[in-house]
């Protein structure tokens, strides 16, 4: 099959990873970029060759003012690709969904949209046969991706009936300087439960999920603590067995490596990984625990990598290019993930 010709509007924290990872797909072809602002990021991603695009022609003098090139608007690229992925702010992207339509161009969106700007909600693991063919999907959001990457490898062994999790969220990414509470932990809401369990059932319907979530001041990761119920008494040693043997999951030992925060994981991926980026769901192993048919543990996300997989499987879903363990091996390679030193 053609290389995929792929755009992606929006170069922020996840548009950017998404930008330099369809670069690196040998599959696919990255033939530009919307940005609104020529600003630090989209000199750099100039400096690297990927051609700029602006929203319309209004932000294009913007660039023009600013001794940046651009190869157009929005309209031409869209005019040369097969899929778009939209990495604009949350609730932005719903505005564009009608212009990527009125070009028959196939269309991502991230978590920050509500579930019905897509015929459907994408997670790898759970439901990658759902989204082959369609027209718009809704890459999850990263919270969710970690909920759901754990669940789905755990109900596809074991089966999973319930599932209460507490949500530990940063407070901003580490560039955003006028976000996140300073000193306090927020509730958020205050209202139980947590959207991030609606947000699961937008993949998983049947699931019974309740959730709650706090913010604390910190830019590093999330942290989740999770309970589930499951179909049958398990052994913890075949908790740890299918987490390790699953894709996209790693699971880390703080009696070995010495860590047993976020602050140590970053600090090892910045000794492993470009941007000390961790695409992957970390689990303590330490901290899991089995009784009976519960299982409880603790899981850190990374906010800024950790759908930047789903995304590249999306694009193939969408225009039918790779089944599921071909997407899955083709990405992992891409991406370098699961090449931690021990």
Same mark, same amino acid.
């Not at 090892?268 to 992957?280: L, M, W």
């Given at each position: 099959m053609a290389r995929v010709r792929v755009g992606v509007n929006g170069l922020g924290t996840i548009g950017k990873r998404i930008a330099y990872a369809v670069i690196d797909s040998?599959?696919?072809? #990255?033939?530009?970029?919307?940005? %609104?602002?020529?600003?630090?990021? /989209? #000199?750099? /991603? /100039?400096?690297?060759?990927?051609?700029l695009y602006a929203p319309d022609t209004s932000a294009a003098e913007k660039f023009d003012e600013a001794g940046v090139k651009?190869?157009?608007?929005?309209?031409? #690229?869209?005019?040369?690709?097969?899929?778009?992925?939209? /990495?604009?702010?949350?609730?932005?992207?719903?505005s564009y969904k009608p212009l990527y339509e009125k070009a028959g161009v196939k269309a991502i969106f991230q978590g920050g949209e509500k579930a019905d700007v897509a015929e459907v909600s994408f997670s790898t693991l759970c439901n990658y046969e759902d989204a082959i063919g369609k027209n718009t999907i809704r890459v999850v959001s990263c919270n969710t991706t970690g909920l759901l990457r754990l669940i789905c490898t755990l109900n596809r062994a074991f089966g999973v009936e319930k599932v209460r999790a507490v949500i530990v969220r940063r407070a901003a990414d580490p560039k955003e300087v006028k976000k996140g509470p300073i000193n306090s932990i927020t509730l958020?809401?205050?209202k139980l439960p947590s959207h991030h369990a609606e947000d699961v059932k937008s993949v998983l319907p049947w699931l019974d999920i309740k959730t709650s979530a706090v913010v604390v001041p910190t830019t590093l990761m999330h942290v989740h603590h999770v309970t589930l119920y499951l179909k049958d008494r398990v052994d913890r040693r075949d908790i740890i067995s299918a987490l390790e043997e699953a894709p996209r999951i790693v699971v880390i030992s703080s009696s070995k490596?010495?860590?047993?925060?976020?602050?140590?994981?970053?600090?090892?991926?910045?000794?492993? %990984?470009? %941007?000390?980026?961790?695409?992957? #769901?970390v689990v303590f192993e330490e901290s899991i625990s089995v009784d009976g048919r519960e299982v409880m543990l603790f899981q850190a996300v990374h906010q800024e990598s950790i759908v930047v997989p789903e995304n590249l499987d999306a694009i193939r879903a969408i225009v039918g290019a790779a089944s599921r363990e071909e997407s899955i091996k083709l990405t992992d390679s891409t991406l370098g993930l699961g090449n931690w030193l021990w």
């Open positions: 040998p599959d696919m072809d #990255l033939v530009g970029a919307v940005k %609104r602002t020529p600003d630090y990021q /989209a #000199l750099i /991603a /100039a400096a690297r060759g990927i051609p651009v190869a157009g608007t929005l309209d031409d #690229l869209l005019s040369k690709i097969d899929v778009i992925v939209d /990495a604009t702010p949350g609730g932005v992207g719903a958020n809401p205050p490596t010495g860590i047993k925060s976020t602050a140590q994981l970053i600090e090892a991926a910045r000794d492993q %990984r470009p %941007r000390n980026d961790i695409p992957e #769901l």
